[in-house]
C-alpha cells in the first residue's frame, strides 16, 4: 500500500515563503508523476504544478514565476517551494502520485492547510 504524507503548511503574510512536502511511504512501488493540488473554500481542486519522472514540470500560469516543484527520487520526496505567496494562494494543499506498480492508480495525501494573511 503506497502512503502520500505532506508537511510544510502554515500561515504566513503575503510576500513570504513556504516549502511543501510529501514523501511517498511504501514497499516495491514505482510513481510516475506527481503533483500538488489546491482546494481553497467554495472552489474547485485545480493542479498547481506537476512534475514527471523525468523531471519535466508544469505549473498554472497563476503561480508561474513564484512556485517551483522538485523531486527526489531517491528520498522518494516531491516538493514545492512558494515563494512571493499571495492571500489567493489560501488553500489546502494536495499532494498527489500516479502509482504504476504495484498497481496502476492514483494516491492522494491527506492535505495541509496553507493560509497567507494581506
Known amino acids: 500500500q503506497v502512503q502520500l504524507v505532506e508537511s510544510g503548511g502554515g500561515l504566513v503574510q503575503a510576500g513570504g515563503s513556504l516549502r511543501l512536502s510529501c514523501l511517498v511511504l511504501g514497499r516495491g512501488f514505482v510513481v510516475d508523476a506527481m503533483g500538488w493540488y489546491r482546494q481553497a473554500p467554495g472552489k474547485q481542486r485545480e493542479l498547481v504544478a506537476g512534475i514527471n519522472r523525468g523531471g519535466i514540470t508544469n505549473y498554472v500560469d497563476s503561480v508561474k514565476g513564484r512556485f517551483t516543484i522538485s523531486r527526489d527520487n531517491a528520498k522518494n520526496t516531491v516538493y514545492l517551494q512558494m515563494n512571493s505567496l499571495k492571500p489567493e494562494d489560501t488553500a489546502d494543499y494536495y499532494c498527489?502520485?500516479?502509482?504504476?506498480?504495484?498497481?496502476?492508480?492514483?494516491?492522494w495525501g491527506q492535505g495541509t492547510q496553507v493560509t497567507v494573511s494581506p
Open positions: 498527489h502520485a500516479r502509482v504504476l506498480i504495484p498497481s496502476m492508480i492514483d494516491v
